[in-house]
């Protein structure tokens, strides 16, 4: 069943669920835009994510039928834990119609956000985030307003002149790039930008692009004659 939200604005009370970054983060949202309860945990999301949101809606003192809506992280970011959020949501509001209203934001666009929040004279600066080796995600802020999330590769990246910021994702996957400014997730911050999520039909996750397999050729793979 997909989903028709009939506001621009999540309703009351919204479970919010971010499965991109090393923590699965879990909230949810009262009618004034404040946090009626929230936990992260750093452990697996295949692990965490259940008893998270069990124990955050019992500290709510709430359940899944009291919910109105989803707000959710399309990513980018751990695939494992972005699918297992949208497969949770897409079951319980099969569950629990009445709350099938989904919104999403971007993880980049929430950090890119809150650093232009905090430097609001901030212009031509790149923020990127681990996709895949010699690959990122990146949004570039100018007149301290993030632009759309787009693909960097290792060159441009390295010309850039402006102030460069890391946001870490995949652990170990590859080194940052020379002279970035770590900055932490913090999804926990979502009520200072709440403008980021927008209403999806069903829960869509965000693609940075289509991965390009090389054709396999029967004769590279022959015994020598």
């Avoid at 009370?13 to 835009?33: M, N």
């Avoid at 929040?117 to 301290?144: F, H, R, Y």
Wanted: proline share 9%.
């Amino acid at each position: 069943m997909e989903s028709n939200p009939s506001t621009t604005q999540p309703s009351a009370p919204t479970l919010v669920i971010d499965g991109s970054g090393a923590a699965v983060f879990v909230g949810v949202l009262g009618q004034d835009g404040n946090w009626l309860a929230q936990s992260e945990q750093a452990s697996a999301p295949l692990e965490s994510l259940f008893p998270s949101v069990e124990a955050t809606l019992e500290a709510a003192q709430l359940t899944l039928a009291d919910l109105r809506s989803f707000i959710y992280c399309e990513g980018p970011g751990s695939v494992l834990g972005l699918r297992l959020c949208a497969m949770a949501i897409e079951t319980w509001s099969r569950l629990h119609p009445q709350s099938a209203h989904y919104f999403a934001y971007n993880s980049l666009q929430l950090t890119a956000a809150l650093i232009c929040l905090k430097t609001p004279e901030l212009d031509d600066a790149l923020l990127v985030s681990d996709w895949k080796k010699g690959t990122w995600n990146a949004v570039t802020i100018q007149n301290g307003q993030p632009g759309p999330t787009t693909v960097a590769d290792d060159a441009s990246i390295a010309g850039w002149s402006g102030p460069l910021y890391h946001l870490p994702q995949r652990k170990g996957w590859q080194k940052p790039p020379t002279n970035a400014i770590p900055v932490e997730y913090s999804p926990q911050r979502l009520p200072e930008v709440l403008h980021l999520p927008k209403p999806t039909e069903g829960v869509e996750l965000y693609a940075s692009g289509i991965n390009v397999f090389q054709k396999w050729t029967p004769e590279r793979h022959r015994a020598p004659n």
